[in-house]
């Protein structure tokens, strides 16, 4: 892929959006009938599956914690999801990556009421294009809303970045290949707690505050997104 000259011309990017504009977000619950909870999240060209089995007895055993629940995540891209055919199996990256989506979920589940017992969530990657993990961090909160995990609340997330010196929000593949920097963040919107929050590249004070600004706000719309997929699921379960 070829460097654009500028990744913002005229104070629009190359795909049309403002800099605090996200992409099309369209989340749905309930995807999958052998699951306990599964859901399916398109962010732009991003095309997410998650999936939640559990809470159930842990096997092997001697992995039990004898007073919570633990919650496992793997996080894998499909051979097909990129252009160049990905290798099939775990990477140093989908490892990191299944590290930093659990640790962005745990805070908001009710682990302890579930001793001796696991949670597997399994987050796919069939179409990717930048911010995959926070795709999937956001489909792995509606799905365990849907297996009826008791949570505290949701976790939304959403990249922030810096691109020609501007601030931009959710960044596309030529943002985040071509531009300075990268954040993403996962936030618990109602109760202003961060979850994750990883950078690649460089803020100054104020830009990381217009970032983070930029970046809750996204994670509020995003959260209405998942709530209204929880609220049309159960509708739909309500009604047939």
Not at 39 to 67: F, T
Not at 102 to 124: K, M, N, W
Not at 146 to 163: E, F, N, T, Y
């Amino acid at each position: 892929m070829e460097k654009p000259e500028k990744l913002i011309v005229d104070g629009k990017r190359l795909d049309g959006r403002a800099p605090d504009e996200l992409r099309p977000l369209k989340i749905e619950a309930g995807v999958l009938k052998r699951a306990d909870g599964s859901a399916y999240v398109e962010l732009g060209a991003n095309k997410v599956l998650a999936a939640v089995y559990g809470p159930r007895e842990m096997h092997p055993r001697h992995e039990q914690q004898p007073d919570i629940a633990v919650l496992r995540c793997r996080y894998a891209m499909a051979p097909f999801s990129v252009e160049e055919r990905k290798r099939p199996g775990p990477d140093r990256r989908s490892v990191e990556i299944s590290k930093v989506t659990r640790e962005a979920i745990e805070p908001v589940l009710f682990l302890e009421l579930y001793p001796r017992s696991v949670i597997d969530v399994f987050i796919e990657v069939l179409q990717a294009d930048a911010g995959t993990r926070t795709a999937g961090i956001n489909a792995a909160a509606v799905a365990l809303a849907d297996a009826g995990v008791p949570m505290r609340d949701l976790v939304s997330a959403v990249a922030v970045g810096k691109v020609d010196g501007t601030i931009v929000l959710d960044l596309t593949k030529e943002e985040d290949q071509w531009g300075t920097t990268d954040m993403p963040v996962a936030i618990v919107p109602r109760k202003k707690m961060i979850t994750l929050l990883q950078m690649d590249g460089h803020f100054t004070g104020a830009e990381f505050k217009q970032a983070l600004d930029l970046a809750f706000n996204a994670c509020e719309r995003i959260y209405e997104a998942q709530r209204q997929a929880l609220r049309e699921r159960y509708a739909i379960k309500q009604g047939g």
